[in-house]
């Protein structure tokens, strides 16, 4: 094979050897692995642009490995293995770790952005499981402030002091005494007397319970002396006139809507006395009905102090014949 001239060999040298430089020259630059923390909460997206795809959210200091830089973003791969693309400017070298010293002065003279300009992080959709996980654990459940409330209890006692009345007034028993005929009189009568209560309650719910206990409606004591009178016509006028009252037992179920701090409540049920009524005759065979029972109704209107105390004001209506009311001051404990 004939030898090739100097010449032509050293041409073809040459020729390789700009073609190498020129390779090097186009092949982008290799980009050093490093590591960087992130500055606050940001997002990782799936391509460098702001309106890409959201893959996960950064915690503020989660460290991650910065794999290329495009442009203003970088790409970034988390401890998990996963990647994706934010701003430079929102990283920061780590507290603690080997970074070249080229990375850290470039990093330190990018200035924090501004707080209106960060980029917000949205809420989390239902449909991206892996972000919903991630921003519960920097969104942890804070509980609310202990407010002044009715206590969760469910037994209660309540106590009531106040009066009694009677349903109608003496001179209004003393004209209806004048229908039975013959001469009739009507001896003291007090239709203002001392009431109590004393009951206990069990709450269903935070606005229906059951209550029990002993009331005192009033002792209603009197005597009613006749002569010559019907005693038929006289006994319809007493049971229809006389008040009836005294201790006896109660029971009602009990409605209360809360109002703020105030409770509004009603109840109904009934009342059964344990003695006979006070009030006695000189004609035989006439008296009134002994140990009657009957509907009881009940409003009261408390309000909360503590948790556990209530001071209001509770009524009471006993429907006898003749009807029989109490009003009084309420203090309950839950």
Known sequence: MPAQPASSSA??????????????LAAPPAFAAEQATAALAINLRAAPDL????????????????????????????????TGHLKRKYLRP?????????????????????AESREPVPAAPETAPAMAVETSLESPVVPAPATASASTRRVYIRAMAG????GKSAGRIERALDTAGGDVLLRK??????????????????????????????????????VGADAARLQSVLDNNIPRGGWGAEVQAVAEQPIGAWRLGAGAGM??????APLRTNVPGVSVDSRPCAPLLNLRLGRVLTPHWTL???????????????VGLSLQYR
């Open 94 to 114: 780590p507290a603690s770790a080997d970074v070249p010293p080229a990375t850290v002065t470039a990093m330190a003279k990018e200035s924090p952005p501004p």
């Open 312 to 326: 209001g004001l509770a009524s009471h209506a006993a429907f006898f014949d003749s009807r029989v009311m109490s």
């Open 271 to 276: 009342f059964c006395a344990f003695e006979d």
């Open 189 to 226: 009568l007090d239709t203002v007397v001392p009431a109590y209560e004393l009951a206990a309650g069990y709450a269903l719910t935070s606005r229906f319970a059951f209550e029990a206990g002993l009331m005192q409606l009033g002792d209603y004591r009197g005597r009613v002396e006749a």
């Open 163 to 166: 009066a009694g009345f009677a």
């Open 51 to 82: 309106g890409s795809t959201i893959t996960g959210v950064l915690k503020p200091g989660e460290v991650v490995e910065v794999l290329e830089s495009v442009g203003e973003f970088v790409r970034v791969r988390r401890v998990s293995g996963t």
């Open 11 to 24: 041409s073809s040298a040459l020729r390789a050897l700009v073609g190498l430089i020129t390779a090097g």
